[in-house]
């Protein structure tokens, strides 16, 4: 389950300052609503946009929980909530902005819920993109694609108009599911079986996500309200699980070419209860493990592979209406992807 907020006496002072601080910033916050563009970033998208929803005829309102924020990062962008720590890269002599994070998705007023970096996971290896996901301030919403894994479901193959406000990014589910060897289940009701010991996404009525072995880790509540399998875990306790050098390309899937350095794609927890979602090329299973584990995961689980699968979109929006853009530039499915029907299952990142 997801851990508690970090509360612990020692804290209180910081805490206290930090209110303060969110008080200031509310004031200033209040004031700018007459003019919203000032809190509208000039993101440098790729050209593959789509085209412009309308533009709200009011402010987009968001909750903005100043009051329990713990944590306030001072850099060129207003960031009352919780941001993640930089890191250093993975590999000595690496460009040195490699894990250090900058924020994506809509300014909700107070901060962002979603920040990117990047990083080189092995000496002349190609950067991997990794997105951190807040979940006290962002939720992540499966969606069924129109025929996977079959049936009707009332979240299901695009992300409708009236959530474009809320979408700060969406990315691709888990093998297709004659061969994800899992099941899903969502709206009360099972489309496939789900398999004791597979790694399971676990969406909650509190909005939360988990991610862990169905059956131990994670198992069958009256909470739950969604459930995403595929293959076994690939980080447990915050290391990358044996099985990840062992028959890779039958365990973790077959890949074009049989290459085992290939696009793929997972995500994982931390113990403060993030998400992380690691895409890019050239990464075996065991590597896409250690990216998970060097951004903080300590229960993690391979998503897709091959180039045409892995994707993240990261989206903004504001008085220009939906905007939207890949994390790394080669990523092959464009904004629109995740608003127009798509026939695979997929996760939408949505502002709270």
């Keep these: 389950m997801i851990p508690a907020n970090f509360s612990a006496p020692a804290n209180r002072l910081l805490r206290h300052t930090i209110s303060l601080l969110a008080s200031i910033a509310f004031a200033l916050y209040s004031i700018s609503i007459a003019s919203p563009t000032k809190y509208l970033y000039g993101w440098n998208l790729t050209s593959k946009k789509m085209p412009l929803a309308a533009a709200p005829s009011v402010p987009i309102y968001h909750r903005l929980a100043l009051w329990n924020a713990h944590g306030i990062t001072l850099k060129n962008f207003p960031q009352i909530w919780f941001s993640p720590m930089n890191l250093s890269p993975m590999i000595p002599g690496a460009d040195p902005t490699e894990g250090v994070w900058s924020p994506i ?115 069958m509540t009256p909470s739950v309200t969604g459930v995403r399998q595929n293959l076994i875990p690939l980080v447990d306790n915050g290391r990358v699980v044996a099985a990840a050098n062992q028959n890779p390309l039958v365990t973790w899937g077959f890949s074009l070419g049989n290459i085992l350095n290939t696009w793929r794609s997972g995500l994982g927890i931390t113990a403060s209860g993030a998400l992380i979602y690691v895409g890019g090329p050239g990464l075996s299973p065991a590597e896409l493990g250690a990216v998970l584990v060097w951004a903080g995961a300590i229960r993690g689980m391979q998503l897709d592979m091959n180039p045409y699968w892995v994707n993240y979109i990261q989206y903004t929006y504001g008085q220009n209406g939906l905007q939207g853009s890949d994390l790394l530039p080669n990523m092959n499915l464009g904004p629109s992807h995740y608003l127009n029907g798509f026939w695979r299952d997929f996760l939408a990142v949505l502002l709270k």
């Design 105 to 219: 998705g809509t300014n909700a007023g107070p901060g962002f819920a979603t920040f990117e970096t990047f990083v080189t996971p092995y000496a002349g290896g190609p950067k991997v993109s990794v997105a951190w996901i807040n979940q006290d301030y962002a939720q992540v919403q499966m969606f069924a694609g129109t025929s996977q894994p079959g049936g009707s479901w009332p979240y299901e193959g695009s992300i409708p108009q009236s959530l474009w406000p809320k979408l700060i990014g969406a990315f691709e589910g888990g093998f297709i599911f004659n061969q994800s060897n899992g099941g899903w289940y969502a709206d009360g009701r099972y489309g496939l079986p789900l398999v004791q010991g597979a790694a399971s996404i676990v969406s909650y009525s509190n909005g939360t996500v988990d991610i862990g072995a169905w059956g131990s880790e994670v198992s």
